[in-house]
C-alpha cells in the first residue's frame, strides 16, 4: 500500500540530493527570512495562472483531473515558504536552507517547475510570470538562495508523484441493468468518466475511503421518494415549480467547482490583505481538500453507482416504489454528467471550501461571487456557509442531483476538509 503523502515529510539538507525520513514539525532553518508583508501577490498571481491554463480546451488532459494540479501548485508553493521562513508546518517537505533564501522567490520558482512540468506548452507565458516575480526581490543572494529552494521542493514534489496512478488508463464502467444502477445519460450517452480515480494515491487521506458515506437510502422507501419528486419537479428543463432564482443558481453555478471556489479564494485573500504566509497555506489547505475530496467521491460514486435523477426519473415505474411514478420523456435543465450521482461533487467540494476559509478568516465574509458559466451576474453572500449550500443545492435545481446526493455530499466535504486541517 502507498504511504500517505502527509506521512512522508522529508527533510533535505544544504540543496543535496539525498533526502532522509523525517517528522512534520521540523525545526526552522536558523537562517529563514521573513516574508514580506505583500507577498500573497505571488500565490494569486500563480492561481490565475493555472484558472487560466485548465479553462484553455486542449491544455488539461482529459483524464487527469485538474484538482490534481492545483494541489501541487499550491503543496510546492506552501512547503518553498515554510522552508525559507521557518514559519509553519510542511505537508510534503521540509528543506533544510542554509543561506538566507527569498521566500518570495522560492514560491514563484517552485510554482514555475511545477506548471512548466505539467503543461509544458506554456513553458514561454510562465517563464515570464516568474521573471516579473524573481526581478521584484533586490537581494541577489537572497533571490538566487530561493530559486534552488523553489527548484529542489518543486523536483522532489513531482518526483513523489510521478506514480500516483492519476495517469492510468480509465477502466470501461459496463452499464447498470437493475433499478437504481448507474448507467450512460443522455443525450451523448458517454461512457462514464474518471473511473481510475479513487485508485489515486491521496495527498493528505490515508485512503480513498477513509470518510465514504453510508449506503444509499432503499428506493423503496419515503427519502428517497420525496427525494425524485422533488429533482422531477425543480430540475426538470420545463419545471413550472423552479423559481426564475432557482434557475439563475443552477447555470451560475453548472463551472467546475474547484475553480468557483479558487476564485472566491482568491478575493477573500487578496481582500483580507493576507500575507504570503498565510496566502500559501490557505491555498494549500483548500487544494489538498480538494484533491482529496475529489479522490474520495469518486470513490464513493463507483463503490455505490446510483442512477441519475434523469434516469430514476425515466424509469421510477421500475424502482418498487409506489410513492414515484415514471416520466419517459423526463430532461434535466442542465446537462448531466457521466458519472454516478451519490454523493454530489458540488456539495463535496464547496463545503470542503467553506470549512477551510471558515478556519482562517471567521464564519461571515462579505462575498461577492461571479461565474465564468453566466458572465455578468454576481450572487452575493454573507457567509462562506451560505454559497456552499447555494452552490450544492443549485445541482437539484438543474436536475442533476437529489437532496441526498446533496446531504452525503456535506459530510463528506467537511469530513475530508477537517481531516486536512488537522494534519
Do not use: C
Not at 154 to 159: E, F, N, P
Not at 177 to 194: D, I, K, N, S
Not at 379 to 398: H, K, N, P, V, Y
Amino acid at each position: 500500500m502507498t504511504t500517505p503523502m502527509s506521512r512522508r515529510t522529508m527533510l533535505v539538507t544544504g540543496g543535496a540530493a539525498a533526502a532522509v525520513l523525517a517528522t512534520t514539525g521540523l525545526p526552522a532553518p536558523a537562517a529563514a527570512t521573513p516574508a514580506r508583508p505583500g507577498g500573497a501577490d505571488v500565490v494569486l498571481a500563480w492561481n490565475r495562472e493555472l484558472l487560466a491554463i485548465v479553462r484553455t480546451a486542449g491544455l488539461q488532459p482529459a483524464t487527469v483531473h485538474p484538482t490534481r494540479s492545483f494541489a501541487l501548485l499550491h503543496a510546492a508553493i506552501h512547503d518553498a515558504v515554510v522552508a525559507t521562513t521557518g514559519t509553519g508546518r510542511p505537508y510534503l517537505f521540509t528543506v533544510d536552507v542554509p543561506e538566507r533564501a527569498a521566500p518570495e522567490a522560492a514560491a514563484a520558482q517552485a510554482a514555475h517547475d511545477v506548471l512548466a512540468a505539467l503543461y509544458p506548452t506554456r513553458a514561454g507565458e510562465l517563464t515570464g510570470l516568474l521573471a516579473g516575480q524573481l526581478a521584484e526581490v533586490p537581494q541577489a543572494a537572497a533571490r538566487d538562495a530561493g530559486v534552488r529552494a523553489g527548484r529542489l521542493v518543486a523536483r522532489l514534489l513531482l518526483g513523489l508523484r510521478a506514480d500516483d496512478g492519476s495517469t492510468a488508463v480509465p477502466p470501461v464502467l459496463p452499464p447498470g441493468t437493475a433499478p437504481g444502477q448507474y448507467r450512460p445519460t443522455p443525450p451523448a450517452f458517454a461512457p462514464a468518466a474518471f473511473t481510475h480515480w479513487a485508485a489515486v494515491t491521496p495527498f493528505v487521506l490515508d485512503r480513498a475511503g477513509r470518510f465514504r458515506p453510508g449506503p444509499y437510502p432503499p428506493l423503496g422507501g419515503a427519502r428517497y421518494a420525496a427525494a425524485l419528486r422533488e429533482v422531477a419537479a425543480t430540475g426538470r428543463d420545463t419545471s413550472t415549480t423552479r423559481t426564475a432564482d432557482e434557475t439563475v443558481e443552477a447555470r451560475f453555478w453548472a463551472a467546475p467547482i474547484w475553480n468557483h471556489w479558487n476564485e472566491i479564494t482568491q478575493s477573500v485573500v487578496g481582500g483580507s490583505r493576507s500575507g504570503l504566509l498565510v496566502a500559501a497555506r490557505v491555498f494549500a489547505r483548500l487544494n489538498l481538500s480538494f484533491a482529496d475530496a475529489v479522490i474520495a467521491f469518486y470513490d464513493a460514486k463507483y463503490h455505490y453507482r446510483i442512477w441519475r435523477p434523469v434516469t430514476a426519473i425515466r424509469l421510477a415505474a421500475d424502482d418498487g416504489n409506489p410513492a414515484t411514478g415514471g416520466v419517459p420523456d423526463w430532461s434535466s435543465l442542465a446537462t448531466t454528467p457521466a458519472d454516478p450521482a451519490y454523493p454530489g461533487a458540488h456539495s463535496v467540494i464547496s463545503q470542503a471550501g467553506a470549512r477551510v476559509l471558515r478556519q482562517e478568516y471567521g464564519p461571515r465574509w462579505a462575498l461577492a461571487v461571479t461565474s465564468e458559466a453566466l458572465p455578468g451576474v454576481t450572487r452575493r453572500f454573507t457567509t462562506f456557509q451560505a454559497a456552499a449550500d447555494e452552490a450544492g443545492l443549485s445541482r437539484i435545481a438543474a436536475g442533476v442531483h437529489t437532496r441526498l446526493d446533496h446531504e452525503a455530499g456535506r459530510q463528506l466535504g467537511h469530513d475530508v476538509a477537517e481531516f486536512v486541517l488537522r494534519s
